[in-house]
C-alpha cells in the first residue's frame, strides 16, 4: 500500500476534469425512449428484448462516462468510479438474468394495469440518479479540494492493524455466542469487524502483491469467511473474502490466470447462493438446525449434495435472479404512482438514527426493508412485527417514493456532497488507522449505495465517520503497547 494511504485507495479529490455526463443523459434517453417502442409494438407477454436494450444501453452509457472521465490514475480506486463500474456489473448480471430467466412479472405483487412501464420508469431514474450522483462527487471534489494539497501520511504501526485484526475476530466470535448482548453495542461491532478486514490489506498490501503474501491474507480472511457463513446472509461472505479477492486479482495479473479467478468466483457465488438457502431453510424457517454449529452445517449441506452441478446451476440462476434489482425498483415506483408514499415514511428514522443505541438503548429499530415488504404486500401494521424478510427499493426510488423527481435530484446531490465532507475531514484530521479504515468502509458503500434505503445511505458516511475516527484513535492509542515483536511492520 502506498503510504499516501490516503490519496491512492478511494479517491483522489483534486484536479479531476468534467464528466461529460449532459453527452451520457442525452444517449441514455435515446435508449430509454427505443426501449419504450420496442415495448409498445413488439412485445409479449413473456419477450424480453425490450429490457435487455435497456440494460445494455444503460450499461454503455454508463461505460463511456466511465472511459471519457480523467480520474487520474484512480479508475479503479476512486468513490464515483467504483459506484460507476459496480453499475456497469450489475446492469450485465440484469441482461445474463434475462436471457437465461426471463422476465419474472408474474412475480408482480402489486395490481398494475403496466408493470413494465414501471420497471422501466425505475430504471431510468436509478441509472439518472446514478450519473447525478457520481457528476455532483466530481465537481464538489475538485471545488473543496481545488487549493488544498493532500497531507502526505505513513501508513501506521502494524501493532495497530494488528490490534485491529484480533479486536474483529474476537467481536465476531462474540456476535455468534452472544447476539443480543453484542447488539446493543449497534453499528461499533459492525466497524470494529470491518477495521479487521481493512487491516489484512494495510499489513500485507502493496502495488504488487506477491505470493507468500497472498497466502497471508488468504489464511487471516478464513475466520471472518467462517464466521460469516454463520449469519445466513451472502453479502458478508462476500465481503469477508474481499481483502483475499483483492490480493489474488492484484497477484495474477495476465489474462488467463484472471479468467480463470473470474470463473472460479462465479463458481463460489453459485456455491454460496446455494449454501445461503439451505441455511435459511434449517435455521430461520424452521428448528431443525438451530443445534448445528457451522462446521456442522457445512458438512450437512455438503451430504445433501450441495456441491454437485445441480445444485451450482441452481444457485446460479438464483443468485441472477435475485440480484436483479430492476424488478424491485419497479415495485417501489408502481407502488408510489398508485398509493402514494409520505416523506416522513421514508426519511422519519434520520431523526434519531445517529443516537447510538449504546446510549439509548430503547432506540426504535430502523427497519425500512420489513416496513417496505408489509406495504408491497399489503400487511396490516400490526403484523408487520412478525414479517422476517424484507425487501428492497433501491436508493433513488425510494426516494421517489417518498419525495418524488425532485427528492431524487436532491437525494443524489447530498450524498455526494457528505461523502465529499467526510473525506475532506478525514484528509485534515484523520490519523492511519482512522483513513484506512473509513477508506474500506466508503469502499463497502460504494459497492452498495445505490441498493441502500435513504435512511442507511443518508447517514452512513456521517456515522462511518465518527465511529472511524473514535476506533482509529484507541487503535493509534493501542499500538503504542508492543503486543508483536518491535521488528515486525507493514510492508512500504
Not at 445461503?276 to 456442522?296: K, Q
Not at 416522513?344 to 426504535?364: A, D, H, M
Request: glycine share 8%; aromatic share 14%; hydrophobic share 50%.
Amino acid at each position: 500500500m502506498d503510504k499516501d494511504c490516503i490519496r491512492t485507495e478511494i479517491y483522489q479529490l483534486h484536479g479531476l476534469s468534467h464528466m461529460p455526463v449532459g453527452i451520457g443523459l442525452v444517449v441514455f434517453g435515446l435508449i430509454s425512449l427505443i426501449s419504450l417502442f420496442l415495448r409498445n409494438d413488439f412485445s409479449t407477454v413473456d419477450n424480453v428484448d425490450w429490457l435487455i436494450v435497456l440494460t445494455t444501453g444503460g450499461a454503455s452509457v454508463l461505460f463511456f462516462l466511465w472511459l471519457a472521465t480523467n480520474w487520474q490514475g484512480n479508475e479503479f480506486k476512486s468513490f464515483g468510479a467504483i459506484v460507476m463500474l459496480i453499475a456497469i456489473f450489475n446492469r450485465l448480471l440484469y441482461t445474463l438474468d434475462l436471457i437465461i430467466n426471463g422476465q419474472h412479472f408474474e412475480e408482480w405483487p402489486l395490481t398494475t394495469k403496466d408493470p413494465q412501464m414501471a420497471l422501466l420508469k425505475g430504471e431510468i431514474i436509478t441509472v439518472v440518479g446514478i450519473l447525478i450522483l457520481v457528476f455532483s462527487w466530481h465537481y464538489a471534489s475538485r471545488l473543496i479540494f481545488r487549493h488544498n494539497s493532500l497531507s502526505r501520511m505513513t501508513i501506521g504501526s502494524a501493532r495497530g492493524y494488528w490490534a485491529m485484526y484480533v479486536l474483529a475476530i474476537s467481536v465476531g466470535i462474540a456476535r455468534k455466542l452472544f447476539p443480543q448482548e453484542v447488539a446493543t453495542a449497534g453499528e461499533l461491532s459492525s466497524v470494529v469487524f470491518a477495521g479487521g478486514l481493512a487491516s489484512l490489506l494495510a499489513l500485507y498490501a502493496s502495488e504488487t502483491f506477491t505470493y507468500s503474501r497472498l497466502i497471508l491474507v488468504t489464511v487471516m480472511s478464513m475466520p471472518f469467511i467462517y464466521l460469516s457463513l454463520g449469519t445466513g446472509m451472502k453479502e458478508n461472505t462476500i465481503v469477508a473474502a474481499l481483502p483475499c479477492t483483492i490480493a489474488a486479482w492484484q497477484t495474477f495479473r495476465n489474462w488467463l490466470a484472471r479468467a480463470f479467478l473470474i470463473i472460479a468466483g462465479a463458481i463460489a457465488i453459485s456455491v454460496l447462493t446455494a449454501y445461503v438457502g439451505f441455511h435459511r431453510d434449517l435455521m430461520w424457517y424452521t428448528s431443525a438446525g438451530n443445534d448445528l454449529t457451522i462446521s456442522e452445517l457445512m458438512q450437512e449441506f455438503v451430504a445433501r449434495g450441495g456441491v454437485q452441478e445441480e445444485a451450482i446451476l441452481e444457485g446460479a440462476y438464483t443468485f441472477l435472479k435475485r440480484n436483479n434489482a430492476m424488478y424491485h425498483r419497479g415495485w417501489a415506483t408502481d407502488f408510489a404512482d398508485t398509493f402514494g408514499v409520505s416523506a416522513t415514511e421514508i426519511l422519519g428514522p434520520l431523526g434519531y438514527i445517529f443516537i447510538p443505541r449504546v446510549i439509548w438503548s430503547e432506540k426504535p429499530k430502523v427497519n425500512p426493508g420489513l416496513e417496505h415488504t408489509a406495504r408491497v404486500y399489503g400487511y396490516f401494521e400490526a403484523e408487520a412485527p412478525d414479517l422476517d424478510s424484507s425487501t428492497a427499493a433501491g436508493y433513488f426510488t425510494a426516494l421517489y417514493m417518498g419525495t418524488g423527481y425532485v427528492g431524487v435530484i436532491v437525494g443524489a446531490i447530498t450524498i455526494a456532497l457528505i461523502v465529499v465532507w467526510s473525506q475532506r475531514l478525514v484528509c485534515t484530521y484523520g490519523d492511519p488507522y482512522t483513513a484506512g479504515l473509513f477508506t474500506w468502509m466508503m469502499f463497502l458503500f460504494a459497492l452498495r449505495v445505490d441498493e441502500t434505503w435513504p435512511v442507511y445511505a443518508l447517514s452512513a458516511p456521517m456515522i462511518s465517520l465518527l465511529y472511524a475516527f473514535l476506533f482509529g484513535r484507541l487503535i493509534a492509542l493501542l499500538s503504542r503497547f508492543r503486543f508483536v515483536p518491535s521488528r515486525a511492520r507493514a510492508p512500504a
